[in-house]
């Protein structure tokens, strides 16, 4: 159960429109590591997770990440607002605006559809969490990219608020691998997975 608030978890107000940096941001909306990807992967990983602690923080940065898409869709909705046919063409914008117009569509910045083939959801606890420490430093590399090639700052500061985000979460993950780690066998915490190998057998009727 969710409770929304109607507003940005970080505010979004960019006066000049620019398509060219629209459509390189994009790809932190439903590219192969943005938020799209992570908010579906987190809030489906926790269904299997068999501790409480763990199951919590997925589903916080799991809600975290929706906030992220919002922001990411403001951008992106900001800097198309009122942009003309010429600076859609001369911005490589068209073959955007031929589909989608000035619509928000999850893609890669190559303009690939977004694909649930871009998160893993294994049943296995240490696997699971292994690649959300690792989704979690490839989102922040391609906010460094981005940051790499964006000047205006009223585009940056948000933009660098997700950045930090994004190592937050890989040090909740972090704590939550080594709170599994703790509960597994000492000796050897690849032996079995709690998530399934530990369950109680079912009564037969």
Same mark, same amino acid.
């Given at each position: ?33 943005? %938020?799209?990807? /992570?908010?579906?992967? *987190? ?9 409480? +602690? $763990? @199951? ?79 989704? %979690?430093?490839? /989102?922040?590399?391609? *906010? ?9 700052? +009223? $585009? @940056? ?49």
């Amino acid at each position: 159960m969710w409770s929304y608030e109607k507003r940005l978890e970080y505010p979004v107000d960019i006066k000049n429109p620019n398509p060219a940096l629209a459509k390189v941001i994009i790809s932190q909306l439903g590219g192969p590591h943005g %938020e799209l990807g /992570a908010s579906m992967r *987190y809030l489906h990983q926790r269904y299997s997770m068999p501790y409480g +602690e $763990v @199951r919590g923080t997925l589903t916080d940065v799991g809600t975290e990440e929706l906030a992220h898409m919002e922001i990411i869709s403001a951008i992106l909705y900001q800097l198309t607002k009122g942009m003309s046919i010429k600076e859609i063409k001369d911005s490589g914008f068209d073959t955007y605006f031929v589909d989608h117009t000035a619509g928000i569509y999850p893609q890669f910045a190559s303009g690939t559809p977004f694909s649930a083939e871009t998160f893993a959801s294994t049943g296995d606890v240490i696997a699971d969490l292994s690649e959300d420490l690792a989704a %979690e430093q490839k /989102a922040r590399l391609s *906010y460094d990219n981005i940051l790499r090639m964006v000047d205006d700052p +009223e $585009v @940056r500061d948000p933009i660098r608020f997700l950045r930090e985000r994004e190592i937050v979460h890989f040090q909740r993950f972090g704590e939550a691998l080594s709170l599994v780690n703790e509960k597994l066998d000492s000796k050897n915490f690849y032996a079995f997975n709690p998530a399934f190998d530990c369950q109680k057998p079912r009564r037969r009727r």
